[in-house]
């Protein structure tokens, strides 16, 4: 019997393996199907659309999500210039169209409105014509849902949208929600670049010490920094994980997830970010000199979302301003594992967030639907 068994076993081992067909997804188009078939929405009274508007002289695309268009409106105001938000609704946005009708856009010269309308003429990228553009998108947002007042939260360079629309036009705003919130642009370079020097040191990086003094002093003065002195800093500072919490290099898993996401055709992804160099070497060298530190009243709610280990747009800088501003009501939540990239590194904590601090305030003024 041990004879027979040794044979047999030799012959299974020689025996040529049996082809199993693969798992799969195999395409993107079959992870695309898949994930679209997840985040169906089929509430009656809901909706799940992506649609092209005209914005600022060309045509713009949003998406929307909302299980109850009941709900209140939440406008998302992307980071960048020129980072899309849109197309990682997918990965980090799940939930939020339960308690709101979430509208994601994508900005000139991004994303899927550079698939709409192509690029720009240089002469439109500047931050006046975004902010007119963030206007225009508001006032649509209001008659689209027939909605008095919506939120909006602005991330990064679209915080800056965000609390000039706040200063602004306080009477169309529910609340400013800020998250990774600009405020004194040249200072919070600046503390950028001395954290990034220092974590250089203490890592006995010679590279990383001889890039950074080479483009010292940093955001000195009144002049704008060039953008390859911009783009320095951010290497290094993401190496240290300045801009997501130990993820050493960045939010890489944000690049994975744009691949993936059901808004977005194979064109889009390609032209994901075709524009986004213009917009860099037109406009970044002016957002990271503006100062809105200067903003000491508001005339709306301000809610504040902040990485504890945000250094690419300094939350202590944020704090600081916090802490002068007068507002008819203020709160300040800390996201303790956080960096620049709250959404995907605390999207839990996030949406109860949301839902704790900011939609009751449209509750109490009659928008959204009952609680069940």
Same mark, same amino acid.
């Given at each position: 019997?041990?004879?027979?068994?040794?044979?047999?076993?030799?012959?299974?081992?020689?025996?040529?393996?049996? $082809?199993?067909?693969?798992?799969?997804?195999?395409?993107?188009?079959?992870?695309?199907?898949?994930?679209?078939?997840?985040?169906?929405?089929?509430?009656?009274?809901?909706?799940?659309?992506?649609?092209?508007?005209?914005?600022?002289? %060309?045509?713009?695309?949003?998406?929307?999500?909302?299980?109850?268009?009941?709900?209140?409106?939440?406008?998302?105001?992307?980071?960048?210039?020129?980072?899309?938000?849109?197309?990682?609704?997918?990965?980090?946005?799940? /939930?939020?169209?339960?308690?709101? $009708?979430?509208?994601?856009?994508?900005?000139?010269?991004?994303?899927?409105? #550079?698939?709409?309308?192509?690029?720009?003429?240089?002469?439109?990228?500047?931050?006046?014509?975004?902010? +007119?553009?963030?206007?225009?998108?508001?006032?649509? *947002? +209001?008659?689209?849902?027939?909605?008095?007042?919506?939120?909006? %939260? /602005?991330?990064?360079?679209?915080? %800056?949208?965000? =609390?000039?629309?706040? *200063?602004?036009h306080p009477d169309w705003l529910h609340a400013y929600i800020g998250m990774g919130q600009a405020t004194n642009g040249p200072e919070s370079e600046r503390r950028g670049w001395a954290w990034t020097m220092a974590q250089a040191? *203490?890592?006995?990086?010679?590279?990383?010490?001889?890039?950074?003094?080479?483009? &010292?002093?940093?955001?000195?003065?009144?002049?704008?920094?060039?953008?390859?002195?911009?783009?320095?800093?951010?290497?290094?500072? @993401?190496?240290? /994980? @300045?801009?997501?919490?130990?993820?050493?290099?960045? @939010?890489?898993?944000?690049?994975? &997830?744009?691949? =993936? *996401?059901?808004? #977005?055709?194979?064109?889009?992804?390609?032209? &994901?970010?075709?524009?986004?160099?213009?917009?860099?070497?037109?406009?970044?060298?002016? %957002?990271?000199? $503006?100062?809105?530190?200067?903003?000491? $009243?508001?005339?709306?709610?301000?809610?504040?979302?902040?990485? +504890?280990?945000?250094?690419?747009?300094?939350?202590?800088?944020?704090?600081?301003?916090?802490?002068?501003?007068?507002?008819?009501?203020?709160?300040?939540?800390?996201?303790?594992?956080? /960096?620049?990239?709250?959404?995907?590194?605390?999207?839990?904590k996030l949406l109860t967030s949301l839902v704790r601090y900011a939609r009751p305030i449209a509750i109490a003024a009659g928008d959204g639907a009952p609680e069940e």
């Amino acid at each position: 019997m041990r004879w027979f068994a040794l044979s047999f076993a030799a012959l299974v081992a020689a025996s040529p393996a049996v $082809t199993q067909p693969p798992v799969g997804p195999n395409s993107r188009a079959e992870a695309v199907k898949i994930i679209a078939g997840l985040r169906e929405i089929v509430s009656p009274t809901g909706l799940q659309a992506t649609e092209t508007i005209p914005i600022g002289g %060309i045509q713009q695309v949003v998406s929307i999500r909302s299980q109850d268009l009941r709900n209140p409106v939440i406008l998302y105001l992307h980071g960048g210039p020129g980072f899309i938000e849109m197309p990682l609704d997918w990965w980090w946005n799940r /939930g939020w169209d339960e308690y709101f $009708t979430v509208v994601q856009w994508d900005q000139r010269n991004a994303g899927k409105t #550079y698939s709409a309308s192509g690029p720009s003429p240089t002469a439109t990228l500047t931050p006046e014509r975004y902010q +007119r553009d963030a206007e225009e998108v508001v006032q649509w *947002a +209001r008659r689209r849902f027939g909605k008095r007042r919506i939120f909006v %939260i /602005g991330h990064s360079w679209g915080s %800056i949208l965000g =609390l000039r629309l706040a *200063a602004q036009h306080p009477d169309w705003l529910h609340a400013y929600i800020g998250m990774g919130q600009a405020t004194n642009g040249p200072e919070s370079e600046r503390r950028g670049w001395a954290w990034t020097m220092a974590q250089a040191k *203490a890592d006995h990086n010679e590279e990383a010490i001889r890039a950074l003094q080479a483009i &010292a002093p940093y955001a000195e003065g009144t002049a704008p920094v060039p953008v390859p002195a911009i783009l320095t800093q951010r290497t290094w500072l @993401g190496h240290y /994980g @300045g801009a997501a919490w130990r993820r050493p290099g960045g @939010g890489a898993f944000e690049g994975a &997830a744009i691949k =993936l *996401a059901p808004e #977005y055709s194979d064109e889009d992804v390609r032209n &994901a970010f075709k524009g986004q160099p213009a917009v860099t070497n037109a406009m970044l060298p002016q %957002i990271l000199a $503006t100062d809105l530190s200067t903003i000491r $009243t508001l005339q709306v709610p301000l809610i504040l979302l902040l990485g +504890r280990h945000d250094i690419n747009v300094s939350s202590n800088v944020a704090k600081e301003w916090f802490d002068q501003v007068r507002a008819p009501s203020k709160t300040l939540i800390w996201f303790e594992r956080s /960096g620049h990239h709250i959404t995907s590194e605390e999207p839990g904590k996030l949406l109860t967030s949301l839902v704790r601090y900011a939609r009751p305030i449209a509750i109490a003024a009659g928008d959204g639907a009952p609680e069940e």
